[in-house]
């Protein structure tokens, strides 16, 4: 099955700095790359998302860049504000025969935006 | 905002009741989950569900059981609860086939076991 190994498993930055969270994934299969944001007290919520035909997304201050020769994609944040501290998940999934889309999530990042 | 919800948000019981943690979703999704989020913040897929009368156990095995009798409702129930059982619980849902790894989250149930 599919093994996602993200780093690192803390990470703190200045307030305006940027923040890079890395993930790599094993099985070559894998199509679909979505970061998830959980803030404390509340559920993972999607962020930005990624498929295996792109090699690079971004939304305003967020960007995902997808490299499938090596397997590994990332997550990066521009001028970060404290609002960006939260833990952090990436994932991997694919298309089974149509029967079955499982994401396989990572450990998560706790970032921590400091004033 | 999110339309899927649980309750209760938090839970402290003694050891050996019987406990039900629901979840509802009102965007017509095919697809449910229940997460169990350990404190050092790993997922683990614990149960899952592709419809009405459909259940499956995930990866990580679980002395809970769940029921899908209706589209919006995936309830999980714990029997007799075991400090072991303390954790976040969290359900999601998702639409069947092309999109339906983009997972809505609730906001999860904290459960206590003394």
């Known amino acids: 099955g599919e093994n996602v190994e993200q780093h690192p498993s803390t990470l703190s930055v200045q307030e305006g700095d940027s923040a890079v969270i890395k993930c790599t994934y094993s099985?070559?299969?894998?199509?679909?790359f979505p970061w998830y944001k959980q803030e404390l007290g509340k559920g993972p919520q999607l962020i930005i998302d990624i498929r295996s035909n792109v090699g690079e997304k971004k939304d305003q201050r967020i960007a995902v860049t997808l490299n499938k020769t090596a397997k590994h994609f990332s997550l990066h944040i521009t001028e970060t504000q404290p609002e960006d501290s939260a833990v952090y998940f990436c994932a991997a999934s694919h298309n089974s025969g149509g029967s079955n889309y499982k994401l396989t999530f990572g450990k998560g990042t706790l970032l921590t935006v400091n004033p | 905002e999110a339309d899927i919800y649980q309750t209760p948000r938090y839970l402290v019981i003694g050891t050996g009741k019987k406990i039900t943690l629901e979840c509802s979703q009102t965007?017509?999704?095919?697809?449910m989950y229940w997460y169990q989020q350990d404190p050092g913040m790993e997922l683990h897929l614990i149960h899952y569900s592709y419809g009405v009368n459909s259940t499956e156990k995930g990866d990580l095995s679980s002395e809970s059981t769940v029921s899908r009798i209706r589209t919006e409702h995936f309830p999980l129930t714990l029997e007799s609860a075991r400090p072991s059982h303390t954790s976040q619980y969290l359900c999601?849902?998702?639409?069947?086939?092309?999109?339906?790894?983009?997972?809505?989250f609730g906001a999860g149930s904290r459960l206590t076991v003394l």
């Open positions: 099985d070559s299969a894998s199509n679909y």
């Open positions: 965007m017509g999704h095919d697809k």
């Open positions: 999601a849902s998702s639409i069947a086939g092309a999109g339906a790894n983009v997972l809505t």
